[in-house]
C-alpha cells in the first residue's frame, strides 16, 4: 500500500496498481520531469529516502522543484508500505527522529 500524507491527490493508492496509477496521474502533468535520490536511510526495519523532483508544467511551462520523502516498510525482503510526505522532516518525525 502507497500512502501519501500532505498531497492534494488521493491519500491512499493500494498495490502495485495503486502505485502505477499514482505516477501516471502525478507525470501527466509534467512537460519534463525527473527524480533525484538525495539520501538513503535505514531507520529500525524501515527505509527511508529524501528525494528531488524537477520538472516544468505543461499547463503554465514554468520549472519547479519539490524535496520530499518516502518511508519504506519491507516485509520478507519486499516492499509492504511506502509512505511519501511532503517534507523529509516530516518523514523523520514519523518514524521517530528528528534531524
Not at 12 to 37: H, K, N, R, V
Not at 45 to 72: D, I, Y
Request: proline share 4%; with cysteine.
Amino acid at each position: 500500500m502507497s500512502m501519501f500524507h500532505g498531497w492534494p491527490e488521493r491519500q491512499t493508492y493500494p498495490g502495485i496498481e495503486g502505485a502505477m496509477q499514482f505516477l501516471a496521474d502525478w507525470t501527466e502533468s509534467w512537460e519534463e520531469w525527473e527524480l533525484q535520490l538525495e539520501k538513503l536511510r535505514d531507520v529500525r526495519r524501515q527505509g527511508r529516502c529524501n528525494l528531488a523532483q524537477r520538472g516544468r508544467s505543461k499547463a503554465t511551462g514554468l520549472p519547479a522543484e519539490m524535496h520530499f520523502a518516502q518511508v519504506w516498510t519491507l516485509r520478507d525482503g519486499k516492499q509492504f508500505r511506502m509512505e511519501m510526505y511532503a517534507s523529509p522532516a516530516e518523514a523523520l518525525e514519523a518514524v521517530g527522529l528528528r534531524e
